[in-house]
């Protein structure tokens, strides 16, 4: 656990340096200037330290080909700055209405409602020209798209506003959540293993890894939601419930949810069985998600 | 002016059937299902029998290279899409906050705010989902993504903002309007450009031209806000006096606008001399520009 921490902590500050630098006047090319304002509110939402998980799951499964950190780089970037845009838009008064991440206000209360929406649209385009300046396989853009879009992750957090409205059963709870969370991490797995040169049946391995870890995610999510304090999450705790948001906690107890984390957790890192050593990056942070504290 | 009144009809009509073909569930593949009233929502801001004059200019573009129209498909679709996405985020309450558009309610009078945002995000991520399925060159990706981006038409949506606020002079006036309006006509045309082949020389024309009638659409956007009636323009007009927001006609008046859209298709059309019949539609569509009455 010691060398998933080391991993952890220098992938984050990886990411945290390749944003630093990209998202500046420099790195941000186009037609015409990009307005101070709007490069400060998507700095705002993606220099927030986060632990990036995503982008760690991009450089772990491209270390299953033995394929170095350096290389995807922008992809790494590429899902973080789509993962940032997401947490913006999501906040926002009309979506979950949050004045608090990571402990710091939201990108609509630090600046102002009109211009976190547009902050979230930039850094969502920025992904994408980024990956398309990168040199890296198309396939790759056609997976941060198809993971984050209205069959993915914008369509789980559709489904996610109507059921506050409509009581949503188990398993339509559990589709939700493989849209809204679940797709991009899963897509994080299959771009790294994409830009490895994955044969069929290890996309097919790592993309099985990639959904249950991001169920595991989630499951580990909605239990923390109502077991631990707002101060170590960073953000109110215990909103779901007084929101009626739809989570498996509140649908089947936090018991069995915690004892379906678990077996997800297993069968995540049954999934790596055809791989040795060179994915224990990938069964560690599958590990990390059940015992995670924040 | 006849042929080229058929081939705006005729785009129109191609693009039409291509979005509601693409926008359904078949069309949209993912992860998960996606959700109906997001899907409907998508087609309710593109499918609104816009004139789509971006789509024109890519098919006209890659004309000058001979390159058939079918092959463009994909990024006409693209482009509108993009476009589409600005209109309903631009739409927004806490951004230019219309209740009509082409005549019909705007996307988050018709369903809700939060749906508005996610159709937006998702139009806007599926144009890049599709582009990395057609095969097309990764030029065309980035193209799209810097055109529409920060330092392009999202950067230029955020000047006009800021410039509701702060009194803006003619140049930044200008470059407000190269960005938010100009960036994504002149991406259009290379867009087309880059399909087909182009050499620098060409490309470096084809840009010239692009940019110019991207000004020449917002000249003359400015002058109908004044001078047209509602009815004919499907939204609101003179708003743009009633919300301060910086017209080159307020600057510098009704008449030395209309010289200087004059100008400015001259110019348009000079940018193109190396070029011979295969770019009438390009000479056509910037005429065009001048005379339209919505």
New interface residues.
Partial sequence: MNDFADQMRTVAEWVEKGLNRHLTADG????????E???AA?RHGALNGGKRLRPLLVVQAAEVFGVDRERVLPAALAVEMVHCYSLI?DD?P??DDDDLRRGQPTVHKAF????A??A???L???A??L???S?LP??V??E?????????M??????D??GERAALDEDAII?MQ??KT??LI?GAVRTGALIGGADDGQLAALTRYGALAGQAFQLADDILDVTSDAARLGKATQKDAGRHKPTLVSRIGLEATERRLGDTIHHAITALSMFGKEADGLRATARFFADRDS
């Fill in positions: 941000l090319s186009g037609v015409g200037t990009p307005p304002r709007l490069i998507m838009h926002l009309a979506m102002d409602e009109a211009t929406i547009l979230g649209d930039a969502l385009t920025e994408f020209a990956l398309a300046q040199g198309a396939a853009i056609g941060l798209a198809t993971a984050s879009g209205v069959a993915g914008v369509g789980g957090q559709m489904r506003l109507e589709e493989a849209m679940g797709a899963r």
